[in-house]
């Protein structure tokens, strides 16, 4: 699309402009000690208070270990990371501030600014583990307020390694994030941001998000490697009034403990003009694509070309829900093409320090889906050249659902949930389940299961326009005369083999 070559151009535009000319200062000239011991954040931000206020220019850190509390970068002002030099968060939780615009707390923040950046081969690493486990010491003695009674604190209350808030032109190249104590890196509200060749190691503690983009517009996010914890690709909207808009991500790798890419939870605004390409999501414990509005939010023009996800625990979830009284959430014109997955029968995190959770049991390998609520239809979905690979071994003793129509009827709403593919415990089909849609496109979708499985392949329920051309269903196990598609209240159904 036109739109994204001129955001391309803009954000390189603006990149550019970023470092022309840009006068590059030391930090150590300033005073800081890379010694891995000394407390810098003072003098790491009255480096950055006097680079903005002089005609801005680049904070270079060079090889070294240099301590900091919380620091905000200002207008015009790029903080440029050698190889070898490392900003290492403070381990005590009493040096990070929680801004009050934010109401975030962050190791590195930019509120209100233009024209800023972080640059270069050097590591962020706010050290959250340690940081969060010493807030929670705290919290036993009743100095800092624990709401969520949770042995953990709620995430606002722990550190971020970035928080950019209301910023424009943002350049981040190159660094490797590490071990944040929430959410690792969030832009809220932000317009032009250029993401590009991070490394992302975000595992060690809950939430621990890879990128968070919340009511931002113009934003490319290419050539990065993220191993988070929690969701990867976060698209979230906070506020009613809020815009996700114009969003290309491409050529990266992400690994996660939960959802690959992810729309949602939170989500009360507009999101519009989203592109994804050659994307690979590994060890997912949840989803691998999950495109959700349940607080109100209305979402349209989604395009994920080119997908390969390897142990994922659900390849496919696209779901409307109603949180919030009164909402009338909507999707539509959803596009997902070029997508090979495979689905373990196993559990897809085994290893992370914080995996997924297990009472979502019992149930058996669940679906993709499709699923919208009564009288709120997700409409106009395209899937195009799908190939998905399931276990089976679906056991009806262990975990059953039927498909008649009183039983597919019963199956419950759950538009109040938070919206988890594993939410309706067993699913009626080993496929796809979908349920409450308008104009469903599948076009040369392969869908196979490697063992029993008693389910069939696809069941389609309360669905207007439901267009099959090429379907492939592969269950060598399953008696020949076994009905792999069962449809209930399908009006305008075709099936073109």
């Known amino acids: 699309m036109k739109i994204f070559k001129r955001i391309a151009l803009i954000l390189a535009l603006a990149s550019m402009s970023l470092l022309a000319g840009a006068k590059d200062y030391l930090a150590t000239d300033f005073g800081a000690k890379a010694d891995g011991e000394t407390l810098n954040t003072s003098i790491i931000q009255a480096a950055i208070d006097y680079i903005s206020a002089n005609g801005g220019g680049r904070l270079v850190f060079?090889?070294?270990?240099?301590?900091?509390?919380?620091?905000?970068?200002?207008?015009?002002?790029?903080?440029?990371?050698?190889?070898?030099?490392?900003?290492?968060?403070?381990?005590?939780?009493?040096?990070?501030?929680?801004?009050?615009?934010?109401?975030?707390?962050?190791?590195?923040?930019?509120i209100k600014q233009k024209n800023i950046g972080i640059t270069g081969k050097g590591e962020i690493n706010c050290r959250g583990f340690l940081v969060a486990t010493k807030g929670v010491d705290y919290c036993h003695l009743g100095l800092i307020d624990d709401p969520l009674k949770l042995d953990r604190l709620q995430e606002a209350k722990r550190p971020e390694n970035l928080h950019f808030y209301k910023c424009e032109n943002i350049t981040v190249t190159g660094i490797t994030l590490r071990d944040p104590a929430s959410w690792n890196q969030q832009y809220d509200k932000c317009r032009n941001i250029y993401v590009d060749g991070l490394t992302v190691d975000a595992k060690s503690y809950w939430n621990?998000?890879?990128?968070?983009?919340?009511?931002?517009?113009?934003?490319?996010?290419?050539?990065?490697?993220?191993?988070?914890?929690?969701?990867?690709?976060?698209?979230?909207?906070?506020?009613?009034?809020?815009?996700?808009?114009?969003i290309l991500v491409e050529n990266c790798r992400g690994r996660s403990s939960a959802n690959g890419i992810k729309f949602g939870t939170y989500t009360l605004g507009k999101f519009k003009h989203f592109r994804f390409k050659n994307m690979l999501i590994e060890d997912t414990y949840r989803s691998a694509i999950t495109i959700a509005t349940v607080d109100?939010?209305?979402?349209?023009?989604?395009?994920?070309?080119?997908?390969r996800s390897i142990h994922t625990g659900n390849p496919i979830f696209i779901r409307t829900g109603s949180r919030r009284p009164g909402e009338n959430p909507y999707m539509k014109d959803i596009v997902i093409k070029n997508v090979y997955a495979e689905v373990p029968f196993d559990k897809p995190d085994a290893g992370y320090m914080y995996e997924g959770p297990v009472e979502d049991l019992p149930r058996n390998v669940c679906a993709s889906g499709i699923q919208g609520i009564p009288g709120m239809p997700i409409q106009n979905i395209t899937l195009e050249n799908i190939e998905i690979v399931y276990p089976g071994k679906a056991d009806p003793n262990y975990a059953f659902r039927g498909c008649t129509k009183a039983e597919l009827e019963a199956i419950p709403e759950l538009e109040k949930s938070y919206p988890e593919f594993s939410n309706w415990k067993e699913l009626p089909a080993w496929g796809f389940y979908?349920?409450?849609?308008?104009?469903?496109?599948?076009?040369?979708?392969?869908?196979?299961?490697?063992?029993?499985?008693?389910?069939?392949?696809?069941?389609?329920?309360?669905?207007?326009?439901?267009?099959?051309?090429?379907?492939?269903?592969?269950?060598?196990?399953?008696?020949?005369?076994?009905?792999?598609?069962?449809?209930?209240?399908?009006?305008?159904?075709?099936?073109?083999?």
């Open 62 to 110: 060079r090889g070294g270990d240099f301590v900091t509390g919380t620091i905000y970068i200002k207008s015009d002002v790029t903080l440029h990371l050698e190889a070898g030099a490392r900003l290492l968060g403070s381990l005590n939780p009493w040096d990070y501030v929680r801004d009050p615009d934010a109401n975030w707390t962050s190791m590195i923040f930019s």
């Open 208 to 246: 621990n998000d890879g990128i968070d983009i919340v009511d931002c517009s113009d934003v490319i996010i290419r050539n990065c490697d993220f191993d988070a914890a929690d969701d990867v690709y976060c698209f979230k909207s906070h506020s009613k009034d809020g815009l996700s808009e114009n």
């Open 296 to 307: 109100g939010a209305q979402i349209e023009d989604v395009e994920i070309d080119g997908l």
């Open 434 to 497: 979908i349920r409450h849609a308008e104009n469903v496109t599948f076009k040369n979708v392969k869908i196979s299961v490697a063992d029993v499985d008693y389910r069939p392949a696809i069941v389609a329920d309360d669905v207007n326009g439901l267009n099959f051309q090429g379907v492939k269903i592969d269950q060598p196990s399953a008696d020949k005369k076994k009905k792999q598609i069962i449809t209930n209240n399908v009006k305008k159904f075709k099936n073109k083999k």
